[in-house]
């Protein structure tokens, strides 16, 4: 099954995010399909290619509870 989900980097104790495309079973930061987007929480900036993302969940991919919410809470802002 294919997720849309987060991969996190930067360094210890200074978080970021991408929303990634993944198979369900890879590791958390494995390789990733296809990079979507990205969220700050220490700024609470995120940018999402929300054409990708539609693109990928008509073909069958489901957004994580937290991806979900942050692409909900992005669009409603813009």
Request: net charge positive; proline share 3%.
């Amino acid at each position: 099954m294919i997720k849309i989900r987060l991969k996190r980097f930067g360094r210890k104790k200074q978080p970021s995010y991408r929303i990634i495309i993944i198979d369900s079973r890879k590791k958390r930061d494995g390789k990733a399909i296809e990079e979507v987007g990205f969220y700050n929480p220490i700024t609470k900036e995120g940018k999402f290619n929300i054409d990708l993302i539609n693109k990928r969940l008509k073909q069958g991919a489901q957004m994580t509870t937290k991806v979900h919410y942050l692409v909900n809470k992005i669009q409603t802002k813009n």
